[in-house]
């Protein structure tokens, strides 16, 4: 199976900042990855897919890059509408495996 | 406007069964591959299982393999998750969601999910 690994496991970051969140996949997965917000209480969205293709309705402060094995999901400038989880999700093969998640607050 | 909804979760004893049912609108049910994810309390997402448009392939996570069984109805526009021998560690919010085509298995749109707790 791939494991998928993202880092920070949490983070602050003042209304503004440029956020980075690092997935690591444990083998390559080519661009086959997605990112997903969950904001508190509610149900994953899509944000983002094969590493980099803003998913329609996202605003373009995110952006995703990568391919192989390491992968960035960048908020340009932190707003508070921001506050969520962010997953990534390889489907490059089964069985489809998640990251551990990053929690991102507003300091 | 896509819509899952899902219903069946419950309170159930270790050992138990249970049965998740979803329901699909707004969009041709029997064109899309479907999926389980599920989510445990304050924790991150598992995918559970995944289905083919038309029933004849099925996928699960080594965890749930010969305790769930996944399965759909098109002329009812509908997808299950029949779960038996359930554990503790299988209480979760679980969601149905759609996969984005039968070549790209991420998801597009999700239920708001139904929450299974074992416990005795």
Known sequence: ?107 | EVQLVESGGGLVQPGGSLRLSCAASGFTFSRYWMSWVRQAPGKGLEWVANIKEDGSEKYYVDSVKGRFTISRDNAKNSLYLQMDSLRAEDTAVYYCARHWNSIFFFFDYWGQGTLVTVSS
């Open chain 1, 1 to 107: 199976d791939i494991q998928m690994t993202q880092s920070p496991s949490s983070l602050s970051a003042s209304v503004g900042d440029r956020v980075t969140i690092t997935c690591r996949a444990s083998q390559g997965i080519s661009n086959y990855l997605a990112w997903y917000q969950q904001k508190p209480g509610k149900v994953p969205n899509l944000l983002i897919y094969a590493a980099s293709t803003l998913q329609s309705g996202v605003p373009s402060r995110f952006s995703g890059s990568g391919s192989g094995t390491d992968f960035t999901l960048t908020i340009s400038s932190l707003q508070p509408e921001d506050v969520a989880a962010y997953y990534c999700q390889n489907y490059n093969s089964a069985p489809l495996t998640f990251g551990g998640g990053t929690k991102v607050e507003i300091k």
